[in-house]
């Protein structure tokens, strides 16, 4: 059973810095992608940040220049710093994985994962 276990987040106020981190554990074969969403209340859930397995990166515009994503293949983990944090940024933040697995024994194609969600909340 693959599981996503994320850990940091919490309240800071507008211009701090925080560091989230997702571990990946389980019957993993590889892992395609690795990334970021958020959703905050009344929107819908988006993309923050991604990263494939060759180093690729994208980012949302609205965090361009402020969060860094980085990842450990050989850890499967990935962490996100966030400097220069806005109000505006206050959401619910989810660890998401695209990957390939073993599944009741059985091979399990690109299927995407989700952590249960970290809350960062931004005061101004």
């Known amino acids: 059973q693959v599981q996503l276990v994320e850990s940091g987040g919490g309240l800071v106020q507008a211009g701090g810095s925080l560091r989230l981190s997702c571990a990946a554990s389980?019957?993993?074969?590889?892992?395609?992608?690795m990334g970021w969403y958020r959703q905050a209340p009344g929107k819908q859930r988006e993309l923050v940040a991604a990263?494939?397995?060759?180093?690729?990166?994208n980012y949302a515009d609205s965090v361009k220049g402020r969060f860094t994503i980085s990842r450990d293949n050989a850890k499967n983990t990935v962490t996100l710093q966030m400097n220069s944090l806005k109000p505006e940024d206050t959401a619910v933040y989810y660890c998401?994985?695209?990957?390939?697995?073993?599944?009741?024994?059985?091979?399990?194609?690109?299927?995407?994962?989700w952590g249960q969600g970290t809350q960062v909340t931004v005061s101004s």
């Open positions: 389980g019957n993993i074969i590889s892992i395609n992608a």
């Open positions: 998401n994985a695209l990957l390939k697995s073993y599944r009741g024994g059985y091979y399990q194609g690109d299927f995407d994962y």
């Open positions: 990263v494939r397995s060759g180093g690729t990166t």
